[in-house]
């Protein structure tokens, strides 16, 4: 009996579920190994490489040594170059006092629930979302309220939705624009009467814009314009397509700074050195037209994805504003999404992600398509899909 068995794990640990997809992976690689040809529409994460101005930044920063701590929170530079970013991209004023830098997002969101949320309290979450915050909110000892949402919201949250569901153990929500897995994005008005509702209940709004960037529309937003009393969670992973670089940000609310150097301090002493520095180089003029036109690779990837899968039977009620993720409804061709995933994946061997991953409501009936491949690939991948179907 190994140690496991014996019950070590602490209930909360022990209940984190593991991410269904990660079977399916470890699956299409097999099937790799045997030689078949995986077409992967699963993957959270852009296929173009970290922009080589970043790379560069990042090689001279370890060139010159640049391997020792930062300060808890960040750079001091890389904290004044995102406070910027701020005022040039949205025109907002951030002091770099409230920006804090992470190891990813992932970092961010556990700090930002370290601060607000204790053992007993409960954080409203959406479903579908992004799977880890349930578990990040359970491994505080706190629990979830879930609010189911459709395309009757955009699958987004909304005001009325926190009026409904907001109770006595509620100390924040949760929200993500454009989202994982939809892609879909909180109209302005309604993110204004988010954060009002959340005001008015006495709790916080984190608002998670690690798409940000990655917007379709005209309507690419920040919750900092309207408000300096949101958690907003950012990172250089997708935009920036530095997910292996471990970096990301918030930006806080100024009152809970310390507190969050002093968790930072405990949790991760810092983010990574060398990446740091090579983020320096992320909001270079150079940079942002490398990343502009790798957004309008991924805007084409979308135009041709959604009226082919519509024409396959897939029902995309809402059209995906943002993100590299199309959230079909696939109750037209099975009940059972996560069995018709894997059976395309042996028959077919193409790799999506099964709505089981992003929650339970109607989780079975939905299938979340990743744009994260060129056009040829998407094509490939949709003849097989279309001939699986027949
Ligand atoms: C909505 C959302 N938030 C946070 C993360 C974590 O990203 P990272 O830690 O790489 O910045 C992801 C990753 O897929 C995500 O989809």
């Given at each position: 009996m190994n140690k496991a068995d014996k019950n070590v794990l602490t209930g909360r640990a022990a209940e984190v579920r593991p991410f269904y997809v990660m079977e399916l992976l470890a699956r299409a690689g097999q099937l790799e190994a045997e030689g078949r040809s995986v077409l992967h529409l699963e993957v959270g994460e852009p296929d173009f490489p970290t922009p080589?101005?970043?790379?560069?930044?990042?090689?001279?920063?370890?060139?010159?040594?640049?391997?020792?701590?930062t300060p808890a929170l960040g750079l001091p530079e890389l904290?004044?170059?995102?406070?910027?970013?701020?005022?040039?991209?949205?025109?907002?004023?951030?002091?770099?006092?409230?920006?804090?830098?992470?190891?990813?997002?992932?970092?961010?969101l556990q700090l930002a629930l370290s601060v607000l949320v204790d053992t007993g309290d409960n954080v409203l979450l959406t479903d579908p979302g992004y799977p880890c915050n349930r578990n990040m909110i359970k491994l505080l000892g706190a629990d979830s309220t879930i609010?189911?949402?459709?395309?009757?919201?955009?699958?987004?949250?909304?005001?009325?939705?926190?009026?409904?569901?907001?109770?006595?153990?509620?100390?924040?929500?949760?929200?993500?624009?454009?989202?994982?897995?939809?892609?879909?994005?909180?109209?302005?008005q309604e993110l204004i009467n988010l954060i009002e509702a959340v005001d008015a209940c006495g709790g916080n709004l984190i608002v998670d814009e690690i798409y940000q960037g990655l917007v379709y529309s005209e309507d690419d937003l920040t919750a900092l314009t309207f408000s300096n009393d949101v958690f907003v969670i950012n990172s250089f992973s997708k935009y920036f397509?530095?997910?292996?670089?471990?970096?990301?940000?918030?930006?806080?609310?100024?009152?809970?700074?310390?507190?969050?150097?002093?968790?930072?301090?405990?949790?991760?002493?810092?983010?990574?050195?060398?990446?740091?520095?090579?983020?320096?180089?992320?909001?270079?003029?150079?940079?942002?037209?490398?990343?502009?036109?790798?957004?309008?690779?991924?805007?084409?990837?979308?135009?041709?994805?959604?009226?082919?899968?519509?024409?396959?039977?897939?029902?995309?009620?809402?059209?995906?504003?943002?993100?590299?993720?199309?959230?079909?409804?696939?109750?037209?061709?099975?009940?059972?999404?996560?069995e018709w995933t894997r059976s395309l994946l042996e028959d077919e061997a193409v790799a999506l992600t099964p709505g089981i991953d992003?929650?339970?409501?109607?989780?079975?009936?939905?299938?979340?398509?990743?744009?994260?491949?060129?056009?040829?690939q998407l094509e490939r991948a949709c003849c097989r899909i279309a001939r699986y179907i027949k």
């Amino acid at each position: 009996m190994n140690k496991a068995d014996k019950n070590v794990l602490t209930g909360r640990a022990a209940e984190v579920r593991p991410f269904y997809v990660m079977e399916l992976l470890a699956r299409a690689g097999q099937l790799e190994a045997e030689g078949r040809s995986v077409l992967h529409l699963e993957v959270g994460e852009p296929d173009f490489p970290t922009p080589q101005p970043i790379i560069d930044a990042g090689i001279r920063a370890l060139r010159q040594l640049k391997t020792h701590y930062t300060p808890a929170l960040g750079l001091p530079e890389l904290r004044q170059s995102i406070a910027a970013y701020y005022q040039q991209k949205f025109n907002v004023e951030i002091d770099a006092r409230r920006v804090i830098v992470t190891p990813g997002a992932s970092g961010a969101l556990q700090l930002a629930l370290s601060v607000l949320v204790d053992t007993g309290d409960n954080v409203l979450l959406t479903d579908p979302g992004y799977p880890c915050n349930r578990n990040m909110i359970k491994l505080l000892g706190a629990d979830s309220t879930i609010v189911p949402v459709g395309a009757d919201t955009r699958f987004q949250m909304t005001a009325a939705d926190i009026s409904r569901h907001w109770n006595e153990k509620s100390v924040a929500a949760m929200i993500a624009s454009p989202s994982n897995p939809t892609g879909t994005m909180i109209p302005r008005q309604e993110l204004i009467n988010l954060i009002e509702a959340v005001d008015a209940c006495g709790g916080n709004l984190i608002v998670d814009e690690i798409y940000q960037g990655l917007v379709y529309s005209e309507d690419d937003l920040t919750a900092l314009t309207f408000s300096n009393d949101v958690f907003v969670i950012n990172s250089f992973s997708k935009y920036f397509g530095m997910t292996g670089w471990r970096l990301g940000w918030m930006v806080v609310p100024d009152e809970y700074v310390d507190a969050i150097d002093r968790v930072a301090q405990n949790l991760f002493l810092a983010a990574s050195t060398p990446a740091q520095y090579a983020a320096l180089a992320a909001f270079d003029q150079g940079t942002i037209e490398i990343l502009d036109r790798r957004v309008a690779k991924f805007r084409e990837r979308r135009d041709y994805l959604l009226p082919v899968l519509r024409e396959m039977g897939f029902h995309i009620p809402v059209e995906p504003e943002g993100a590299f993720y199309i959230y079909a409804d696939c109750s037209a061709i099975t009940q059972n999404s996560f069995e018709w995933t894997r059976s395309l994946l042996e028959d077919e061997a193409v790799a999506l992600t099964p709505g089981i991953d992003f929650g339970e409501y109607r989780a079975s009936t939905h299938v979340r398509f990743a744009y994260t491949r060129p056009v040829d690939q998407l094509e490939r991948a949709c003849c097989r899909i279309a001939r699986y179907i027949k």
